[in-house]
C-alpha cells in the first residue's frame, strides 16, 4: 500500500503537487492514470487517487500471458483471487512439483477465505458462523483469548453447533 501522506516531508509533498499540473494536462493513457493515482494518494486526495485508478483500470491494455500461472499471478495481482484460483489449479494439474504456484494457490486462497469473511462480517455480523470464522482466524493467529471468546459466542447463539464444544475444549487444554 502506498505511504500515507503523512509519512512525506512538506518537500516531497510539494514536489507531489508541482508535478499534478502536468500530468492533468498529459493526453490519457493508462500510464498517466496511474501516474495520477500514485501522487493523489500520496498527497492524500483519496477521491481522485480512487478515480484515476479506476481510469487506469478501465483502459489499461489487456494481458494475455501464455500460461495459466502467468494468467494466475495476473489475476492475483489484480486481486482477482477467484480467476487466480482457477488458473493455478489448472496449472498445478500439469506441474505438481511447482512451489511457487502452490505458494501461491495459498496465499489465494488466503484472500478468498478473509474475503468471504470480510462479506459474512458485513452481511451477517452477529451469526454463529461469523463468530466461528472469527474465531478460527484469532485460532489461527495465537490470540487464544479472542478466539475462546468468539466460540463462547458461537455456544450461546447455537449450542447444539457440531464441534464447538470440542473447539472450546481444546483451547481450553491448550491455554
Given at each position: 500500500?502506498?505511504?500515507?501522506?503523512?509519512?512525506?516531508?512538506?518537500?516531497?509533498?510539494?514536489?507531489?503537487?508541482?508535478?499534478?499540473?502536468?500530468?492533468e494536462g498529459a493526453p490519457a493513457?493508462?500510464?498517466?492514470s496511474l501516474a495520477l493515482?500514485?501522487?493523489?494518494?500520496?498527497?492524500?486526495?483519496?477521491?481522485?487517487?480512487?478515480?484515476?485508478?479506476?481510469?487506469?483500470t478501465s483502459n489499461m491494455p489487456p494481458s494475455n500471458p501464455s500460461d495459466?500461472?502467468?494468467?494466475?499471478?495476473?489475476?492475483?495481482?489484480?486481486?482477482d483471487f477467484e480467476a487466480a484460483e482457477n488458473d493455478l489449479n489448472t496449472w498445478l494439474k500439469l506441474h505438481q512439483n511447482d512451489l511457487q504456484a502452490d505458494y501461491l494457490l495459498a496465499r489465494t486462497?488466503?484472500?478468498?477465505s478473509l474475503s468471504t469473511l470480510e462479506q459474512l462480517l458485513t452481511l451477517a455480523p452477529d451469526s454463529y458462523p461469523a463468530h466461528q470464522l472469527l474465531a478460527e482466524t484469532y485460532q489461527n493467529a495465537q490470540q487464544n483469548d479472542k478466539a475462546l471468546a468468539e466460540y463462547r459466542e458461537v455456544e450461546n447463539i447455537e449450542p447444539n453447533l457440531p464441534g464447538v464444544h470440542f473447539s472450546v475444549g481444546s483451547l481450553l487444554l491448550k491455554m
Amino acid at each position: 500500500y502506498p505511504a500515507a501522506a503523512e509519512d512525506f516531508t512538506e518537500h516531497a509533498r510539494e514536489q507531489f503537487r508541482s508535478c499534478l499540473p502536468a500530468l492533468e494536462g498529459a493526453p490519457a493513457s493508462p500510464s498517466r492514470s496511474l501516474a495520477l493515482a500514485l501522487a493523489n494518494a500520496r498527497l492524500g486526495n483519496n477521491d481522485a487517487s480512487l478515480s484515476a485508478w479506476k481510469d487506469f483500470t478501465s483502459n489499461m491494455p489487456p494481458s494475455n500471458p501464455s500460461d495459466a500461472y502467468a494468467r494466475g499471478l495476473g489475476n492475483f495481482d489484480r486481486q482477482d483471487f477467484e480467476a487466480a484460483e482457477n488458473d493455478l489449479n489448472t496449472w498445478l494439474k500439469l506441474h505438481q512439483n511447482d512451489l511457487q504456484a502452490d505458494y501461491l494457490l495459498a496465499r489465494t486462497c488466503r484472500n478468498l477465505s478473509l474475503s468471504t469473511l470480510e462479506q459474512l462480517l458485513t452481511l451477517a455480523p452477529d451469526s454463529y458462523p461469523a463468530h466461528q470464522l472469527l474465531a478460527e482466524t484469532y485460532q489461527n493467529a495465537q490470540q487464544n483469548d479472542k478466539a475462546l471468546a468468539e466460540y463462547r459466542e458461537v455456544e450461546n447463539i447455537e449450542p447444539n453447533l457440531p464441534g464447538v464444544h470440542f473447539s472450546v475444549g481444546s483451547l481450553l487444554l491448550k491455554m
